[in-house]
């Protein structure tokens, strides 16, 4: 068997049958991510502080108030309704927002996702949230939960039609397993080769060292191939592209 326990994932399939794979980002990168966008929202604050000081001073300051309300409350929701669910910081570090079935989140489901940031965030550095994201498989904290969304890597969808389409596959040499596959094999195998356009060559080669070592045998005419370029070799003969 392949080592799928080394990657997190998540199976989706559309109403019209289609199933793709979508990679939910992990607690690390989405603090990086909070940490840049917090640093913008700063920015942004201090420079509305300094360029509006004199407006302040004037109207009082309930304006100052609702520049800080609008900001904290309403920067994640603007970005990802109309920046196609990323923030600044989510752009930067290839990550998007997005419904649990992998569509577009919405301005109800952004609002509400941020709205709960505050329960998240009640014991302070994000405790509230590690738990719900650790006890997780979409890695979801308080506020994912109830809106039905997702934080994934932008890998996932814009490669997804990609992997759907084998026909990338005819550039590879047909392999022929020395052993008998059964159901189960071939259909693992045909997922590496589905995922494969999301890794690099040497994650591809690590997660299909062991199983195509198996497979090789004594196969000496095949032994000149890479690991992975064996088991895609397989995927090809499977899925027909070498007619």
């Known amino acids: 068997m392949l080592q799928k326990e080394k990657d997190t994932s998540l199976s989706v399939q559309t109403p019209e049958g289609i199933e793709f794979i979508l ?3 992990g607690f690390l990168i989405r603090a990086c991510s909070y940490l840049i966008d917090l640093f913008i929202q700063l920015a ?26 609008g900001v904290n409350w309403f920067y994640h929701v603007f970005f990802e309704v109309f920046f196609n669910g990323q923030s600044i ?9 997005v419904r649990s079935d992998g569509s577009p989140v919405n301005p109800g489901a952004s609002f509400l996702r941020n709205l709960l940031r505050f329960a998240d965030t009640f014991l302070f550095l994000y405790i509230i949230a590690l738990i719900c994201m650790s006890a997780s498989s979409g890695f979801r ?17 814009s490669y997804a039609s990609k992997r759907l389409d084998m026909s990338w596959l005819s550039k590879y040499e047909v392999v022929t397993s020395s052993q008998s596959l059964s159901y189960e094999e071939k259909q693992t195998i045909l997922m590496f080769a589905r995922r494969f356009p999301l890794m690099s060559k040497a994650r591809a080669d690590e997660i299909a060292k062991n199983y195509a070592r198996t497979l090789r045998g004594e196969d000496l005419a095949n032994n000149n191939c890479s ?13 027909g592209k070498h007619s």
């Open 23 to 25: 990679y939910p980002a």
């Open 44 to 69: 942004f604050i201090i420079t509305a502080a300094i360029t509006l000081n004199f407006l302040i001073e004037i109207v009082g300051t309930w304006l100052w108030m609702l520049i800080l309300f």
């Open 89 to 97: 910081g989510k752009k930067i570090l290839g990550l998007r927002v």
């Open 141 to 157: 904290r308080l506020g994912d939960w109830t809106a039905d969304t997702l934080v994934v890597y932008t890998t996932t969808l």
């Open 227 to 239: 690991d992975s370029e064996y088991l895609l070799g397989i995927a090809k003969k499977l899925s």
